[in-house]
């Protein structure tokens, strides 16, 4: 609880990932995966409960072994590849709502991000419930600027964006910022009417880009447990 607001933290883990068979339980330097983003989510100061919504036995009882709640299964319908990210968020508010247990925020944090901090949670708390405004999604400084994207149209290069100003130097373009998906919270009466976490006033909470990482092929995983074992040796 923070400032008198109940929170409730949701990690969504769903068993089927192409791209990473297991992906979410899969061993990373000694722990599966999703034992970093638990582990980070119990030390917070605020979160009033932590549940993991997953349709896969095996997630649930790795989960539990690390001390998260799975108060239900998540149907099978809600874990598809095709299923939008934001059901099972409304699908668990709802489930609390009937059993007439309810939250002033919720949080969601996705599992492919394990460098994402207890700091990092926090600070998104605070941030969002003392300026009062609807949600706040993490996001990390951008690498490549859309003013210098191109797309090919019949077999020839073009601008991507329709009026693009010209910008020699990065130090002279403005900063911008893509999501990182480590962080969504919203109001859980405006994720229930919006059904998104995005409205006019959403804050954003800046990460950097380590902190940033999002697991998404072998690659990321192999790059993850050196990063570990950098941190670990140091």
Not at 9 to 26: E, F, L, Q, T, V
């Amino acid at each position: 609880m923070y400032n008198g607001k109940k929170i409730l933290a949701i990690i969504p883990a769903r068993g089927g990932s192409k791209g990473i068979p297991h992906k979410n339980i899969k061993e990373v330097n000694g722990r599966p995966l999703i034992a970093y983003s638990i582990g980070e989510a119990k030390r917070s100061r605020y979160i009033d409960r932590l549940i993991i919504s997953t349709e896969n036995k095996q997630i649930a009882e790795v989960s539990k072994k690390f001390g998260a709640d799975v108060p239900f299964m998540r149907p099978t319908a809600l874990a598809q590849d095709s299923t939008p990210g934001i059901d099972p968020i409304l699908h668990a508010l709802d489930w609390f709502t009937q059993r007439k247990e309810r939250y002033d925020y919720v949080m969601c944090l996705q599992c492919t991000s394990p460098l994402r901090t207890q700091e990092h949670i926090d600070q998104a708390i605070e941030g969002l419930i003392d300026r009062n405004k609807d949600s706040i999604v993490s996001v990390c400084e951008s690498k490549v600027l859309p003013f210098w994207m191109k797309k090919i149209s019949g077999g020839l290069l073009k601008d991507f964006l329709d009026s693009v100003p010209f910008y020699a130097r990065r130090q002279d373009a403005p900063a911008v910022y893509q999501l990182n998906g480590a962080i969504y919270m919203a109001r859980s009466e405006v994720l229930e009417a919006r059904k998104n976490w995005y409205t006019e006033n959403t804050l954003p909470y800046i990460m950097d880009e380590e902190s940033s990482m999002d697991i998404d092929t072998p690659m990321d995983l192999k790059f993850l447990e050196f990063l570990l074992r950098e941190k670990k040796g140091c």
